[in-house]
T-cell receptor, first 115, second 112 residues
Framework: NAGVMQNPRHLVRRRGQEARLRCSPM?????VYWYRQLPEEGLKFMVY????????ESGMPKERFSAEFPKEGPSILRIQQVVRGDSAAYFC?????????????FGPGTRLTVL | QKEVEQNSGPLSVPEGAIASLNCTYS??????FFWYRQYSGKSPELIMS????GDKEDGRFTAQLNKASQYVSLLIRDSQPSDSATYLC????????????FGQGTTLQVKP
């Protein structure tokens, strides 16, 4: 996870509140992927973004979840009206391109707890 | 059918032994595969990547890929207690978005 930054590292929300998770890519990386890891489960792809564009959101829940990667600033994963089932670790991973050899490097993650 | 499958374990080996971790995948179009190590409460850390059939060695780690059998493995030689972690196998999907499809992970325990 060299250079990929996520904040906050831990986030506690009450049911119905909003959660905003931020991801700053490694220098030179313009592709951002968000993954979710539910307790005792594997990592699941959520969304893939490039600057100002959502490329693939096939893993994103249809409601309450949104993502963006503006021209300036970090990528943001937003969860509205959180529920207890949203409690999980959310990781972003970044990569410089789409070559099959390009490796994704993970940030430290945001651990969301919904009370 | 899961796209990437791993035995969840735990796999227990004595210190100094060889640990063998296995993974199968269903997407024949996948070209690249990755092994990540994840310690409890931490983020995945890349161990090995492999793209071609055969073996790839890096220190104590050897990754093996057999595209005909749709099989990927990771061998850890001279296992150390510090290798105790969950090992995640991931394949890059055959679509053009580069997303990773992960197995559920294998927990490795190396006993002193």
């Amino acid at each position: 996870n060299a250079g990929v930054m996520q904040n906050p590292r831990h986030l506690v929300r009450r049911r119905g509140q909003e959660a905003r998770l931020r991801c700053s890519p490694m220098k030179g990386h313009s592709h951002v992927y968000w993954y979710r890891q539910l307790p005792e489960e594997g990592l699941k792809f959520m969304v893939y973004l490039q600057k100002e564009n959502i490329i693939d959101e096939s893993g994103m829940p249809k409601e309450r979840f949104s993502a963006e990667f503006p021209k300036e600033g970090p990528s943001i994963l937003r969860i509205q009206q959180v529920v207890r089932g949203d409690s999980a670790a959310y990781f972003c991973a970044t990569t410089p391109g789409l070559a099959y050899t390009d490796t994704q490097y993970f940030g430290p993650g945001t651990r969301l707890t919904v009370l | 059918q899961k796209e990437v499958e791993q035995n969840s374990g735990p796999l227990s080996v004595p210190e100094g032994a060889i640990a063998s971790l296995n993974c199968t995948y269903s997407d024949r179009g996948s070209q690249s595969f990755f092994w990540y190590r994840q310690y409890s409460g931490k983020s995945p850390e890349l161990i090995m990547s492999i793209y071609s059939n055969g073996d790839k060695e890096d220190g104590r780690f050897t990754a093996q890929l057999n595209k005909a059998s749709q099989y990927v493995s990771l061998l850890i030689r001279d296992s150390q207690p510090s290798d105790s972690a969950t090992y995640l196998c991931a394949g890059k999907g055959s679509g053009n978005t580069g997303k990773l499809i992960f197995g559920q992970g294998t927990t490795l325990q190396v006993k002193p």
